[in-house]
């Protein structure tokens, strides 16, 4: 079974940064892309960020380019956010998430690209 689990969520001011970790278990974490979105109460759920199977191809939305950085620790089988300059509009639920086929260098934008989910870590950003 495939678990992954988000931390270092948190209640923090504008300006601020926060580091989020996704630890992967049960399955070949270097073989998948990997994934953040993010929820906000009466929205839908929107991409982050990707992060390819190798670390080779990185992709990020708009509104966060410049702020935000995503990596992986294969060794460790963890995926981070690190996320600098939070504003108000950045808190949501963030969700980790691994693609559904193995080596993809392409796509990753969509919920449909992502196979498993975990179960959110809460940012909240005070102005």
């Known amino acids: 079974q495939v678990q992954l689990v988000e931390s270092g969520g948190g209640l923090v001011q504008a300006g601020d940064s926060l580091m989020l970790s996704c630890a992967a278990s049960?399955?070949?974490?270097?073989?998948?892309?990997m994934g953040w979105f993010r929820q906000a109460p009466g929205k839908e759920r929107e991409f982050v960020a990707a992060?390819?199977?190798?670390?080779?191809?990185?992709y990020y939305a708009d509104s966060v380019k410049g702020r935000f950085t995503i990596s992986r620790d294969n060794g460790k089988k963890t995926v981070y956010l690190q996320m600098n300059s939070l504003e108000p509009e950045d808190t949501a639920v963030y969700y980790c998430?691994?693609?559904?086929?193995?080596?993809?260098?392409?796509?990753?934008?969509?919920?449909?690209?992502?196979?498993?989910w975990g179960q959110g870590t809460q940012v909240t950003v005070s102005s």
């Open positions: 992060i390819s199977w190798n670390g080779g191809y990185l």
């Open positions: 049960g399955l070949t974490f270097s073989n998948y892309g």
């Open positions: 998430a691994a693609r559904a086929t193995p080596y993809r260098n392409s796509g990753g934008t969509r919920h449909a690209d992502y196979a498993y």
